[in-house]
C-alpha cells in the first residue's frame, strides 16, 4: 500500500512540475519560436541528467559497491 501511495505522490509531484512549467511558458513575453526554443532545452535537460545519473548509478563498479561484492571479492582473494 506505501508503494501506491508514494507513486501517487510522485505522479502529483511531476504534474505539478510540468503544469508549473506549462504556466511558465504561457506568461513568458517572449515570442513562440523562443519560448519553443527554451522548451526544447528544459525537456532535452530533464531526459538527459537524470538518464546520465542512472546509467552512472548502475554501472558495474557503482552496483558493486553497492552490493557489497567489492568486500566479499577482496575476502575471496586473501583466502586464495
Known amino acids: 500500500m506505501r508503494g501506491l501511495i508514494a507513486l501517487f505522490c510522485l505522479m502529483l509531484v511531476t504534474s505539478g512540475f510540468l503544469i508549473t512549467h506549462?504556466?511558465?511558458?504561457f506568461?513568458?513575453?517572449l515570442d513562440l519560436e523562443t519560448k519553443a526554443?527554451?522548451?526544447?532545452i528544459a525537456g532535452?535537460?530533464?531526459f538527459f541528467v537524470p538518464?546520465?545519473?542512472i546509467c552512472w548509478l548502475y554501472s558495474k563498479p557503482q552496483w558493486i559497491k553497492?552490493?557489497?561484492a567489492e568486500e566479499m571479492i577482496e575476502n575471496l582473494s586473501k583466502k586464495s
Open 66 to 68: 553497492m552490493s557489497g
Open 22 to 25: 506549462v504556466a511558465l511558458f
Open 37 to 40: 526554443l527554451v522548451l526544447l
Open 27 to 29: 506568461y513568458l513575453p
Open 51 to 53: 538518464l546520465t545519473l
Open 44 to 46: 532535452l535537460t530533464y
